[in-house]
């Protein structure tokens, strides 16, 4: 039988531990809008408020292996104009929009044609972008496929908004002088512990306590 | 030359009023050369948009394109340092060919109508900030004839404000044409039944436009697969309400072409019985 864990060793899963969760999520979307539209590649972007640039969050298709984390000015290209304008679009032929950044597009080694592009909306504001590049043909009509891109559009919503929330918490965490890191650190090592020196660890936490009370 | 400035105040407001005590009823006659059925050819028929005003409210407009011929005059929404917006006249051009579109779109229905421009969106600014908020409430200063908004804001801080602005047109006899959201989710002003809010259709006849029995989005037009104006006197096809609500927008140009002492809550009407499953009913 396990041990329900401890307040502060759930905050430190939470916290600490949940980057790689939320990355799976935010990648699913990504996984799922590109194979619902037969798509080569599909994106979300969050707005980094503090440097105006678009980070590239989770990527399925061409460059997933290497686009994560990339950043580019949030006031370029279509993904800067979606944000920007706060509409959906589908463009039929990428390179004739004078909003395209060939600049961007090239340093993510993939050009695309055609492109369908949605706000990330959260709190009223918007929040990242969701792209998807070159979709296959479909039976659907541009507005069905605009519409369910703004399905897709929701769910990036949701998964954007507690990556945003989880990493404001962990920030607090580690900024705070690094002493709650230290003791989330401490804690994590005392749960992969086992038989005496996870007893050892507990018997040293109930003499701090002791301590610290009396 | 005659500036908007110059020409606004030749539209002067009626005075407030809120009941009709000491007034001479005969005075109060209104336009009754209503046909008996109200068809496309009463409402518009012949039309060309001559002597309307239409302004852009979007990220400007490209003076000369084939699709939309001269554009009258052209502002924008400038911001300084603390955040302050101010409209200032500006060369006509375009930051990113959305306004362009819906212009060609209003110039296709309403050949002979005024196209002005009111840049809000295209240099840095946000579709739903102060300068969308800015623009439009100029635009409903100049007194402008028809106003087409392809934009809208999710933000509720600004509400009561656009709320106050729309409502303003509405009395004013401004018809304002908003697009609305193309996500499922609260944004402003097309909310308002002050306006004329606009969705897409995907029919693909452009001269088809319906009126919903479920609103608040009360028109839906051609919005798919639109061939519209866009930079350096290109075209394209684009699909959104934003393309959808310009088609509104150059109806309402020929409507007040043709019967130019019309009120927006009379130009709506026309739209409502005009509309193609409003006509198919009869």
């Known amino acids: 039988m396990t041990d329900a864990p401890s307040p502060l060793s759930a905050l430190s899963f939470a916290v600490l531990d949940a980057e790689e969760e939320h990355r799976t999520l935010l990648h699913s979307v990504v996984l799922v809008a590109r194979a619902i539209f037969e798509s080569a590649a599909s994106s979300i972007f969050l707005l980094d408020t503090l440097t105006s640039e678009l980070v590239f969050e989770a990527v399925a298709g061409n460059g997933e292996d290497f686009l994560v984390g990339s950043r580019f000015p949030a006031s370029k290209g279509i993904a800067g104009w979606v944000l920007d304008s706060g509409q959906p ?17 090239e340093s993510t080694k993939y050009v695309p044609t055609m492109l369908m592009a949605t706000p990330v909306i959260c709190d009223e504001e918007a929040i990242g972008v969701l792209e998807v590049l070159d979709p296959g043909p479909s039976q659907r009509s541009a507005l069905t496929q605009l519409e369910l891109l703004s399905l897709f559009g929701l769910q990036a919503a949701a998964a954007l908004r507690l990556v945003q929330r989880s990493r404001a918490a962990r920030s607090r965490l580690i900024m705070a002088d690094g002493e709650f890191a230290e003791l989330v650190e401490v804690v994590r090592m005392l749960e992969g512990l086992d038989g005496e020196r996870r007893q050892a660890g507990l018997r040293l936490f109930g003499s701090m306590r002791t301590l610290l009370t009396s | 030359m005659t500036s908007d400035f110059d020409r606004a105040s030749q539209f002067a407001r009626p005075p407030l009023t809120w009941n ?13 050369r209503w046909p008996a059925a109200v068809s496309p050819d009463a409402a518009w028929g ?35 340092d603390d ?13 990113s060919g959305h306004g362009t579109a819906c212009a060609s779109i209003v110039r296709s229905l309403a050949p002979d109508c005024e196209i002005h421009s009111v840049r809000v969106l295209g240099h840095g600014f946000s579709g739903s900030g102060e300068a969308l908020l800015a623009g439009l409430k100029w635009a409903i200063e100049q007194r402008f004839d028809v106003v087409n908004l392809s934009l809208s804001t999710t933000r509720h801080k600004f509400v009561d404000n656009l709320r106050a602005l729309t409502d303003d047109a509405y009395f004013g ?35 088809q436009f319906f009126y919903n029995p479920s609103p608040p989005v009360e028109f839906f037009a ?22 959808a609500t310009p088609h509104i927008a150059g109806y309402c140009a020929l409507i007040l072409s043709k019967h130019p002492d019309l009120t927006a809550f009379q130009v709506k009407n026309l739209l409502y019985l005009t509309a193609a499953n409003v006509r198919g009913a009869q």
């Open chain 1, 89 to 105: 679009l589908i463009i039929e032929n990428v390179a004739e929009d004078p909003r395209f950044a060939r600049d961007v597009a």
């Open chain 2, 20 to 32: 009709s005590v000491g007034r001479d009823y005969t005075a109060m006659t209104l336009a009754t």
């Open chain 2, 46 to 80: 012949s039309a060309t948009g001559a002597g309307v005003r239409v302004c852009i409210v979007d990220s400007g407009v490209e003076d000369g394109h084939p699709r939309v011929g001269p554009v009258q005059a052209s502002y924008a929404v400038e911001q300084d």
């Open chain 2, 83 to 95: 955040g302050n917006c101010a409209v200032v006249k500006v060369p006509a051009e375009d930051m």
């Open chain 2, 173 to 207: 006899k401004t018809v304002l044409v908003a697009s609305a959201h193309n996500l499922p989710i609260e944004s402003f002003p097309w909310r308002f039944s002050s306006v004329i809010s606009v969705g897409s259709h995907d029919t693909g006849d452009p001269g």
């Open chain 2, 222 to 243: 051609h919005g798919t697969d639109v061939e519209v104006g866009w930079l350096a006197g290109g075209i394209r096809r684009c699909t959104g309400n934003s393309f």
